[in-house]
């Protein structure tokens, strides 16, 4: 029972456990009780990984300097890992709705429109950007991905639960879109490591930088969708 | 490790420092990582004997703090959600050994064959922590349906 709430048995042996707990009511209400556990620990938990990692722990110091840079490596190693793992963390019926899950959202909402993509189209850029700026009262930059091969469509302004929330949208010649969430965050001013989430067939990574996240969202790759986001990071904080 | 730290000792500043002494001892230990295998786990492992150690000096004092401790109390549940307060509070009154098998497993998501190793304890151990910090958990947070929740395959 252990192993199928956590994940580690077959599909026949799931299958098997499936047909038993059908028959074993207490057996059932046991493992509903664990995956709940695991549910709720995990949403108590894993807040941590979105606090600001504290100075000290960033210079760790041993007693020679290449000590100092290897142990550093060993925590951006850590960190690396604890992003490429995290997406698998998230049990999404209990996380509170998050900057991913929210631009994912709004990703699948807007993507695949046809006629009405976007309010404001990319031949008015200055006038969407100018707009969005004001609404969520900060200078945006739509980013320039040309080089990517994915261009502007353009922009819409959508509600988001801390406010207004601007929305880019870009494409590419195969009509593959991408779209960049900007909102603003509640809280102290804070920056995060980029972060990766799947939420469904969505691949969203995001970031916080101040008071604004950043969320790009796409139904590409990953890595792809990586060099995508680098750029825009790079366009933003040049 | 700083969410598998806190969640093991509850206290921030004390799970931070106890990533730091993780983070000093596995620099100078990096030689006995053997390429290829699991970092991760290495570092739990790690992180697992410098809290044991700490721990073993603390114990006189930690005995003493025990006393005072009030019995757990879960408060009624308000409404349909169990107050994550409340889980803490049961996850506190864990065993220091059920609660890093349970923290290993639930949050950290490691396998049972990982925890044995990280913990160095036998996998038969691995899940009868498991399973009597489980049942506790489910006694003490009590029987009620709180959540509609589809079982993690």
Do not use: C
């Amino acid at each position: 029972m252990h192993t199928y709430v956590d994940g580690g048995l077959s599909d026949t042996e799931r299958a098997e456990v499936d047909a038993w707990l059908r028959a074993h009511p207490d057996d059932a209400e046991r493992v509903r009780a664990y995956a709940e556990q695991n549910a709720l620990l995990r949403s108590l938990y894993n807040p941590v990984l979105d606090e600001p990692i504290p100075t000290p722990l960033l210079a760790v110091r041993t007693r020679a300097w290449r000590q100092y840079a290897a142990a550093a490596a060993i925590f951006a190693l850590g960190i690396g890992l604890g992003w490429l793992l995290r997406g698998e963390f998230i049990t999404p019926q209990m996380v509170p709705v998050s900057l991913a899950r929210q631009a994912a959202t709004a990703h699948v909402v807007y993507a695949p429109e046809v006629r009405h993509p976007v309010e404001v189209t990319a031949s008015e850029e200055p006038h969407l950007v100018g707009w969005l700026s004001k609404r969520l009262g900060t200078t945006l930059k739509a980013p320039k991905l040309g080089p990517l091969g994915y261009e502007l469509v353009g922009g819409r302004l959508l509600s988001g639960l801390q406010g207004p929330v601007a929305q880019f949208m870009y494409q590419d010649a195969r009509g593959q879109r991408l779209t960049l969430y900007v909102s603003r965050q509640r809280g102290e001013p804070r920056d995060t490591a980029f972060r990766f989430s799947q939420e469904d067939r969505v691949s969203v990574f995001y970031w916080v930088d101040g008071n604004y996240g950043y969320a790009l969202s796409g139904e590409i790759r990953r890595d792809l969708l990586l060099q995508v986001a680098e750029v825009v990071y790079k366009q933003l904080n040049p | 490790m700083r969410r598998y730290a806190r969640a093991l000792v509850g206290d921030r500043y004390v799970a931070d420092d106890l990533v730091q002494d993780t983070l000093e001892r596995a620099w100078n230990k990096f030689y006995l990582w053997r390429p290829g295998s699991d970092l991760r786990a290495w570092l739990f492992t790690i992180m697992h004997n410098v809290f044991v150690n700490q721990a073993r000096r603390r114990r006189y004092e930690i005995e003493q703090a025990m006393e005072e401790l009030p019995a757990v109390a879960v408060r009624a549940t308000q409404g349909e959600q169990l107050e994550l307060e409340d889980v803490d509070r049961v996850l506190r009154s864990l065993s220091t050994e059920q609660r890093e098998v349970v923290l290993l497993v639930a949050v950290e998501q490691l396998t049972y064959e990982q925890v044995s190793r990280a913990l160095d304890i036998p996998i038969g151990t691995v899940m009868s922590r498991l399973s009597r910090a489980r049942e506790r958990m489910r006694q003490l947070l009590g029987n009620q349906n709180v959540m509609p929740l589809k079982v993690v395959k």
